[in-house]
């Protein structure tokens, strides 16, 4: 259960389009479409944003997508807004009920 | 609306225990697997341990090695966490999250955690 690699930062400015990568391996990310990523403020709780590797819960913007190819998933955000700068996290079933987190990415927007 | 409310942490000197709640609302609690998260300070997320919604499967973090133990109370809608021979390393925020099922690989919604310290 190694942590999953993610970019330590990403920026963009306001209106762009950025991508953040989650890279596992064979046995969690490429074996399952069940990757989530979450969004945390500073000092709040983690905030789900997309689950099983592509779908939005009720009530995340559209410009929030999730994609995945082979061992990588990515989270990408359009039209970025001041309010998306924060950290974020995937994370990815790892079999027999056991999960593991991505290393995090802080997402500053210019 | 959803509510996770968690509760027990506090500094523990190293090797000690600890037991922490979390107090669920607004939703059947029994249907649903809960999980425990924590964050060490200034640091990333990392999984601890998973449980079903009627309590009859458990999973944990390779690295916990046999140290915690999660349960539920469903008929006070309670999850738990007894934490044994607590080492500086698991100092962190501990955070209950709800899930469909144990292996539906998402968490949603969190609670605002609570803070275990461990340190003599």
């Known amino acids: 259960q190694s942590a999953l690699t993610q970019p330590a930062s990403v920026s963009g400015s306001p209106g762009q389009s950025i991508t953040i990568s989650c890279t596992g391996t064979?046995?969690?990310?490429?074996?399952?479409?069940?990757v989530s990523w979450y969004q945390q403020h500073p000092g709040k709780a983690p905030k789900l944003m997309i689950f099983?590797?592509?779908k939005r819960p009720s009530g995340v913007s559209s410009r929030f997508s999730g994609s995945k190819s082979g061992n990588t998933a990515s989270l990408t955000i359009s039209g970025l807004q001041a309010e998306d700068e924060a950290d974020y996290y995937c994370c990815s079933y790892a079999g027999f009920s056991a999960f593991v987190f991505g290393t995090g990415t802080n997402v500053t927007v210019l | 609306e959803v509510q996770l409310l968690e509760s027990g942490g506090g500094l523990v000197q190293p090797g000690g225990s600890l037991r922490l709640s979390c107090a669920a609302s607004?939703?059947?609690?029994?249907?649903?697997?809960m999980s425990w998260v924590r964050q060490a300070p200034g640091k990333g997320l990392e999984w601890v341990s998973a449980i079903s919604g009627r309590g009859d499967t458990t999973s944990y973090a390779d690295s916990l090695k046999g140290r915690f133990t999660i349960s539920r109370d469903n008929s006070k809608n309670t999850l738990y966490l007894q934490m044994n021979s607590l080492r500086a390393e698991d100092t962190a925020i501990y955070s209950c999250a709800k899930s469909p099922n144990i292996d539906s690989g998402w968490f949603d919604p969190w609670g605002q955690g609570t803070l275990v310290t461990v340190s003599s």
């Open positions: 099983e590797g592509t």
């Open positions: 064979s046995s969690d990310v490429g074996s399952y479409n069940l």
């Open positions: 607004g939703f059947t609690f029994s249907n649903y697997a």
